[in-house]
Every structure is written in C-alpha cells, then in structure tokens.
C-alpha cells in the first residue's frame, strides 16, 4: 500500500487538551494497532472497518518523533502486514490507529493515496515508514 498521513479523532483532541491543560491523567496505550475501513473513520469514529474473512488488527509501533520546521514526525517502524484474506474484504479505503486489538479507541485516522479492493486470498502490507504521523 501506499504512503498514508494521518489526522487526530476526537477522542485524541480530547485527551492531548485534558492531559496537557486540565491536569486528566492519561495513561498510554501499551500497544496501537492498525485497523482497516472501507470508509473513513472519520474524527468521531463512525467509519466501517473491515470485518470477517480472517481479519484483525495489526500492530504497529512508530519511531520516535523527529522535529522538522515546528513539526514533530514520525512513522511506522517495520513492515505491518494482515493475514491473507479468507473472503473478500472489500475496498480498503481508509486505516485507523486504534488503542486495542478489538474495540478500544481511535487515535489517528487517514486514506490510504491507493485504496486496493482485497479479495480471497490476498494479503496487505504497508512497509516500514508507510504510515506517518506530522503534528504541526
């Protein structure tokens, strides 16, 4: 897949604003995953993602944030791939970072510049550095 950027849900506006001005305790995900959607996510989280055919979420850790003309920037370190497709999966349009293997929140979201239809027996890949986070 191609390179995807990413842009903050709600939820994570939400906790950054509480924990940095407000004092709320916010405790880090140990793991982040990244789910795939047929449809964006969306900031409020009302996206469909994928489901059946042998999917789950894959994890996925990111290098640490690199500052670049006022921005901090980072990407996914090593390749993340899904396993292969037991039914067709639809077009993947769209990935979410989720904070749990199933359920959980959603804390980045974004399209992918190539949506792929997944069908039997196919796999995807996003390669190490594919999928970015730029704060600005």
């Excluded at 990407?75 to 904070?99: K, Q």
Aim: proline share 4%.
């Amino acid at each position: 897949m191609a390179d995807v950027l990413l842009s903050k849900s709600n939820w994570w506006k939400t906790a950054c604003i509480n924990a940095a001005l407000r004092g709320v305790n916010f405790a880090s995900p140990q793991t982040l995953y990244i789910a795939l959607y047929t449809s964006s996510p969306t900031d409020a989280d009302t996206g469909q993602e994928v489901s059946g055919g042998g999917y789950v979420r894959r994890a996925v850790t990111f290098s640490e944030p690199v500052i670049t003309e006022r921005r901090a920037v980072t990407s996914s370190v090593g390749d993340v791939s899904f396993p292969i497709a037991g039914a067709d999966w639809g077009l993947v349009t769209h990935i979410g970072i989720r904070t749990a293997a199933t359920g959980g929140n959603l804390v980045y979201h974004g399209a992918v510049k190539t949506p792929r239809t997944v069908q039997t027996n196919d796999t995807l890949r996003f390669l190490a550095g594919q999928i970015k986070v730029d704060e600005g």
